[in-house]
């Protein structure tokens, strides 16, 4: 039976109303087929996709909305709801067989469209200096002599690096135990945790522990967040947290991709100090890649401090890639290089088989091919979030996408020249073949 317009318009309009219901937004007009997402309602492109991803979860089937949402390479301006419901009509009544759309392709570079720098805005170390205050170090941790927790994995990428996908390539290796974002590093236990993390921007951060939780011991998100909550009102350590989700797991090494941590040495220091011969994986990407991802996420709104700065958002995306790549590269200066590993994103989605062939060779865990079969099993991949995917901690980009998309490595091309990064960066990015 061909689905209508009107069971969708339904649908996609229950969606909007529960995003305004989390925004805490009330329209001054009742929505209706001619509202734009963009002029009425105020969306932001990283908002196309979690509207995008909801909608296909209570459709109950993946759209390719990549198809709608993106052209020539960059998020459509605006979208009508009727639009919305026109795309959604007609990919739900296609026939079964229709063949799968036409991987999305990054038109050429065309050097009249790329944007130019003015010199007064370009990173330099002066402006660097200052872009470092606007991040506070963590508090020092209480002091904690318990042994150390057995080897683990941990992905070190500045945000918008592909670390989400990279994350859920290897949840397909049985012998690895990857679960969305974990956020513990940076804290000293779980109250800390819970008091800095427990506000509107950033609250679906603690929910990556609680589906990893669910996933170890078979708990509903109920019971995992009844745990969750256990461990914060005794102030358990995150060490203790870490310790726990450990001895879960059978035999499989814990893998942690939290890109916040990158933000402080101090914090990758704890993984030395923590856990026993822990090995890392720095993820790196092209800068101009990293900023042009960062530009159309509003990632700034999560962090008030950096928005009510004086940079732009392209100065603060410049500036968080070479803080983060300059951090890593300093503590990677403290750990042997048999526990080292270096991934490039173009590489990763270019060649994924060779790629995760050599790096299951320095994990010590033999290859599986669900590695590079990434929306495959979407439960062994934990990218449902506990209640739904559209809360998953990570990149909800990840849903837009139906494989890996090699076009994605190259598509910042269309806008940035490297012309436009500070000497400061070229140099960082020069170290990793860029
Ligand atoms: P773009 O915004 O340039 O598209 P992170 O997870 O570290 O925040 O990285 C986000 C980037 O990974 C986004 O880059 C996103 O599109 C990209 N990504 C997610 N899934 C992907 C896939 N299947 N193939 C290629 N790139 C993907």
């Known amino acids: 039976m061909p689905v209508t317009k009107a069971e969708v318009e339904a649908k996609v309009m229950e969606v909007l109303g529960e995003m305004l219901e989390e925004w805490d937004e ?3 007009e ?8 963009v002029e009425d309602v105020g969306f932001a492109s990283i908002d196309f996709v979690q509207f995008a991803v909801a909608i296909e979860e209570r459709c109950g089937a993946k759209l390719g909305f990549q198809e709608l949402l993106i052209r020539d390479g960059q998020y459509i301006e605006d979208l009508t709801i009727a639009e919305v419901v026109d795309f959604v009509t007609g990919k739900l009544n296609q026939p079964l067989d229709a063949p799968p759309a036409a991987p999305v392709e990054a038109p050429k570079p065309n050097v009249e469209r790329l944007e130019s720098i003015d010199e007064a805005e370009r990173v330099c170390e002066d402006k660097f200096t200052a872009f470092r205050q606007i991040i506070r170090p963590r508090p020092p941790r209480p002091a904690d002599d318990a042994p150390k927790n057995p080897r683990a994995v941990f992905v070190l990428s500045p945000p918008r690096s592909g670390s989400t996908l ?5 949840a397909g290796n049985p012998a690895l135990f990857a679960p969305p974002e974990l956020h513990l590093l940076s804290y000293g236990t779980m109250d800390e945790r819970r008091d800095t993390l427990n506000d509107e921007h950033n609250n679906h951060l603690l929910e990556g522990t609680i ?12 019971e995992s967040r009844a745990f969750a909550e256990k461990c914060e009102s005794e102030g358990m350590t ?3 947290f870490y310790g726990i989700m450990q001895s879960a797991l059978d035999g499989q090494l814990l893998v942690d991709k939290t890109p916040s941590y990158v933000i402080d040495k101090e914090i990758l220091e704890r993984a030395e100090t923590d856990f026993d011969g822990a090995l890392y994986i720095h993820l790196q990407r092209h800068p101009c890649g990293t900023i042009r991802s960062y530009e159309e996420s509003k990632l700034t709104r999560l962090m008030p401090l950096m928005s009510e700065s004086d940079f732009s958002t392209r100065q603060l995306a410049e500036m968080t890639w070479l803080l983060s790549h300059r951090n890593i590269l300093s503590f990677s200066e403290q750990v042997p290089a048999e526990r080292w590993f270096n991934l490039r994103y173009e590489d990763m989605v270019q ?8 790096l299951c060779e320095f994990l010590g865990v033999p290859f599986h091919e669900d590695m590079v079969n990434p929306y495959a099993d979407n439960d062994k991949r934990m990218t449902d979030g506990v209640d739904t995917a559209s809360r998953m901690s990570g990149d909800l980009k990840f849903h837009l996408h139906q494989g890996i998309d090699a076009s994605a490595a190259s598509r910042w091309q269309q806008f940035y020249s ?10 960082v990015a020069a170290r990793f073949g860029y």
């Open 238 to 240: 995150t060490k203790a």
């Open 418 to 427: 490297p012309e436009i990064l500070g000497g400061i960066t070229r140099d």
């Open 166 to 170: 990279f994350r859920v390539m290897l």
């Open 211 to 222: 589906r990893a939780m669910m996933q170890l011991k078979g708990w509903s998100g109920e």
């Open 351 to 358: 060649d994924p088989d060779t790629q995760m062939r050599q």
């Open 26 to 28: 009330e329209l001054d």
């Open 30 to 37: 009742e929505p209706g087929p001619q509202t734009t997402l």
